[in-house]
Every structure is written in structure tokens, then in C-alpha cells.
């Protein structure tokens, strides 16, 4: 049997499978998700934007893949797996410099396993300390991911692109619903449909100060750090670009003004 007829006939008996055992809706959003899973493990820059745009827009939104975590983080690690691959194939080799900043980072991962061994035997806590524990060193992991697919200052426009676009999103969300209702508390639903972990402790942060704009930040003070290390990036990005880019910088830099104020 010629390969192609054989990965025909597999995949026809695996989503027959999926038929029998699932509803169609359940069906399709399976085979859309496997779709952009290989999609990102074939080009692991996709699944970098994508994250850019995620972890700035909606961080905290989750899903359950046998262990509870960030949609962002999902999409970080599918990007790895890509990146993997790449490096496999031959892509990525000679990318990755050791240079002082990755060797540090690298002796902070080594030396971060000291307190958590020594949390998991004498600290009794909530959750689960080795999952937070590698989710923590995945988003470390992000300064390895920059040489190995930042390669050109198109893929870096790209990036600050996305991360511009994610915190606008945001933002024409935050400011939106604060100016309709002036109650943080009206988010709250929202971000339960955004599947937001705790929502006890979200009520808790939002009822505090409900007269201060909530955001998909959750924090007050989580929501005013992402904007002043943002708002400069969104201000020179638009003084120096023309275009769309510029609207979109400027426009970035100036909500974000507003939201502090807010």
C-alpha cells in the first residue's frame, strides 16, 4: 500500500473513531485543534505571535489538558515542540548561543530546583507544586525561544506587533466595559466565560476598589505594571512607524494612558 493511501486510511479510522465516541461539534473542534497544533509545530514563529497576543490580551484564560493551565502556555509549548522539530530536522542549529544572559538564566532554572524541593517536602499546599513549577520555567523559557526564531527585524516587527495588538484588545475591553457599567465588578462575567481560575478570588481583588477599571489582568497593580512597560513601547513604536503601524502604536500608547487613570 503506497504511504499516502496508508495515512489515508489511518486518519479515516481515527476521526471514525472520534464519530463513534464523540459528538460532531466535538468532533470538529478536535480536528480544528489538531490542525493548528501541527500548524504551530511547522512554523513555531505562528505559535510565537500567537502567545504574544494571548499573554497580553487574556492571560489568565485556561483549559484542561489533563493538568489545568493558561491558553497561552498551551500555545508556548506547542512553539516549543516546533522548535524541536526545527532543530531536528537541521533548521535551528547553530541559533542557539550561549551567550552570559542564557547561561545565567540557565543556572536560575538549575538553582530554582533547591527551594522547590526543599517547598514539596516541607511546605503543605494547595495545587500542584511541580506543574506550577515547570509552568514557571516555560515562560522562563521564553528568552531561549528569541534567537532561535527572532532571526530578522521583520520577525521582531512582528512580534511587537502582536504584543501591541494583545494589549489593545485588552484595553478596548477593559475601558469599554468600565465606561458602560463604572463597576469592576461587571467583568467578572466575562472572565468566567473566559474560564479564569478562582473566581472567588476574582470578586474578592475586583469588590476591593470596584470603582477602579477591571481588567483581564485580574490586579489592580498586575493591570498598572503591563501598562507602563507597555506604553513607551506603544509610544516610540508609533513616533517612528508610519501607517497602520504608527495608528496602531499611538493608538496603544494613549489608552494606555487612559487606563491608568482609570
Known amino acids: 500500500m503506497l504511504p499516502g493511501k496508508f495515512v489515508s486510511l489511518l486518519l479515516g479510522l481515527v ?11 466535538k468532533v470538529m473542534l478536535v480536528v480544528a485543534g489538531v490542525a493548528v497544533a501541527l500548524t504551530l509545530i ?21 483549559l484542561q489538558l489533563g493538568i489545568r493551565t493558561t491558553v497561552s502556555e498551551a500555545v508556548l509549548g506547542l512553539t516549543w515542540v516546533g522548535v524541536f522539530w526545527q532543530s531536528f ?53 521564553m528568552l531561549f525561544i528569541v534567537p532561535l526564531l527572532l532571526r530578522t527585524d521583520a520577525d521582531r516587527d512582528k512580534v511587537v506587533v502582536a504584543l501591541l495588538l494583545g494589549n489593545l484588545g485588552m484595553l478596548l475591553l477593559s475601558i469599554f466595559m468600565f465606561l458602560k457599567t463604572r463597576n469592576a465588578m461587571s467583568m467578572i462575567d466575562i472572565l468566567t466565560d473566559l474560564k479564569y481560575a478562582h473566581p472567588e478570588a476574582v470578586k474578592d481583588i475586583f469588590s476591593a476598589n470596584y470603582t477602579r477599571m477591571a481588567s483581564p489582568w485580574v490586579h489592580p497593580n498586575l493591570t498598572g505594571g503591563v501598562l507602563v512597560l507597555f506604553i513607551p513601547l506603544a509610544l516610540f513604536y508609533g513616533w517612528t512607524r508610519s501607517g497602520w503601524r504608527r495608528a496602531l502604536g499611538l493608538a496603544v500608547a494613549v489608552l494606555g494612558c487612559a487606563g491608568l487613570l482609570l
Request: charged share 10%; no cysteine; hydrophobic share 55%.
Open 89 to 141: 530536522i537541521g533548521k535551528t542549529r547553530g541559533f542557539m548561543l550561549w551567550r552570559p544572559t542564557e547561561r545565567a538564566l540557565m543556572w536560575l532554572m538549575l538553582f530554582s530546583t533547591i527551594p522547590f524541593i526543599w517547598g514539596m517536602l516541607i511546605i503543605h499546599a494547595e495545587g500542584n507544586g511541580p506543574v506550577n513549577w515547570v509552568r514557571w520555567l516555560m515562560n522562563l523559557s
Open 42 to 62: 511547522r512554523f513555531p514563529l505562528w505559535g510565537l505571535l500567537i502567545f504574544a497576543v494571548l499573554a497580553t490580551s487574556i492571560p489568565y484564560t485556561t
Open 15 to 25: 476521526f471514525g473513531g472520534l464519530l463513534l465516541a464523540l459528538s460532531p461539534i
